[in-house]
């Protein structure tokens, strides 16, 4: 995560909020919009949401591949 640029970020907080169901700001610093998703995935982790867990995936792969 440390690595990707504040606007890749940024996307990746778009297709949380649109395949995911979160809503999450895509305002703040770089290090907030970081750990916002750190502890979303955290979460779902421990709660064993796969689904959710297995399309967050998804989006950050994307989102690295391509940049969209």
């Not at 979460?43 to 591949?65: M, P």
Request: with cysteine; hydrophobic share 30%; net charge positive.
């Amino acid at each position: 995560m440390r690595r990707n640029t504040v606007d890749r970020l940024k996307q990746t907080l778009g297709g949380l909020n649109d395949e995911c169901g979160t809503h999450f700001s895509k305002s703040g610093k770089k290090q907030d919009i970081i750990d916002r998703i750190m502890t979303t995935f955290d979460a779902w982790r421990q709660a064993n949401n796969v689904e959710k867990w297995e399309k967050a995936k998804a989006i950050i792969y994307q989102v690295r591949n391509s940049g969209t």
